[in-house]
């Protein structure tokens, strides 16, 4: 029996039947073969970043932490294959070696960058894709036991659609072709203002910067802007706040932050038109109800529009809203009490952060939801890569 298993934040934890390690695919190949011979489940781990249960199981838990090469590094056309076990840090700074970049990170660089991938995590700019779509290939272990190698190119973008957000549930992915950008520098400046400041002004903020995001603080009613631009671009000077902080250098550096406090969190993706009005009612209701009780930030992000078949961006420029709780501490009752109002926006519930929607209240959400279940289906028709979670609170099965 394995240890129990614990998730970053420690709100999740559970006891796999068996935590696997693979060193190399090779060894990893010959594991699967005798897992799946003997018809046990499997899920796949990263780096624990997520809260929701997608890797809950008394199977078989496999970590691709040693899987972090980095091959076929291509300058000339800003792609190269990523072992799926690197973090977005470590892979952030192996590409540099190959002076490649990618387009963009969260608001941490912790997650493993095919975890990232795979459940639609994103940063922020209004005309910045998720991280899933940088997926153009990859390797791996499908249901039969069998390494394959797909391509968009050469699978089609119908299936690729499918297959950048699929939650782990079509194989084991040893390596991802990533689409990247050639190396770039970034300038991060981080201006304190008064929550109405921001919002009268946020067109402008989003409109004229390639990065912008920001976060609320309940107790003062102040926000911290974060505007991230390449040298010499985007907005300079903001008379209505006051420049706190200032960091340049390469992106993979400058996107994300390191924080030592961990916190649970919900967040949702809504149209990018519904974003000013969602945010004022959630900040009425915390203001009301939960200031004396919540510390932490609520954090207001964009995303642009994809066709990927369960993105939370797919098919509307996105706006996020973000709600956290210190870790240890209590956080249903809050996020239960704004829940409503995500919903109420037409909100989809980021697959892996805390949300309470099940089966039919997220089929809903999503247009090509059928069209996902079909490719998944035929990927692993014996449902080897579900979970409880995954095949009856998710997918309804």
Known sequence: MAETWSNWSGSLKFTPGELIEPESEEMLLEIAGKILENDHKIRVVGAGHSSSPL?????????LKYLKSVDSADRENSTAWLGTGLTVKEGG???????????????????CVSGAISTGTHGTGSRLGNLSSMLIGCR??????????????????????AMRVSLGTFGIMTKMKLKLLPAFKLERKEWCTHTDHCLANIDQLID??????????????LVKLRILNEPGRGMQKLDY?????????????????????KFDEMEYSLPFEAGPECFREIRRIIKDKFR??????????????????????????????????????????????????????????HWGKKHTLQGKE???????????????????PSGVFLNEYLKKQIFDL
Not at 140 to 161: A, L, P
């Open 93 to 111: 700074i192996k590409l540099l070696d190959h002076n490649l970049s990618f387009h963009n990170t969260g608001d941490v660089d912790i997650q």
């Open 140 to 161: 791996m272990i499908c249901s039969d036991g069998q390494v394959k190698e797909f391509t968009e190119e050469k699978d089609g973008k119908e299936f690729f659609d």
């Open 55 to 63: 890797v809950v199981t008394d199977g078989i838990l496999i970590s």
């Open 362 to 380: 997220i089929s809903s959400l999503y247009p090509r939801w059928n069209d996902f279940l079909e490719i998944r289906n035929k990927m692993d």
């Open 292 to 349: 004396k009780t919540v510390a932490w930030r609520v954090l207001y992000r964009t995303i642009a529009a994809d066709d990927f078949h369960i993105s939370p961006c797919h098919g509307r420029n996105t706006v996020t809203i973000s709600l956290h709780q210190n870790a240890g501490f209590p956080f249903m009752e809050f996020f239960r009490a704004v829940e409503p109002v995500f919903r109420h926006f037409e909100g989809r519930p």
């Open 241 to 261: 706040a006051d420049c706190v902080e200032e960091k340049s250098g390469w992106a993979i550096d400058v996107l994300p932050k390191e924080r030592d406090l």
């Open 208 to 221: 004229e910067n390639r990065n912008f995001d920001f976060y609320w603080y309940p107790r003062s009613d």
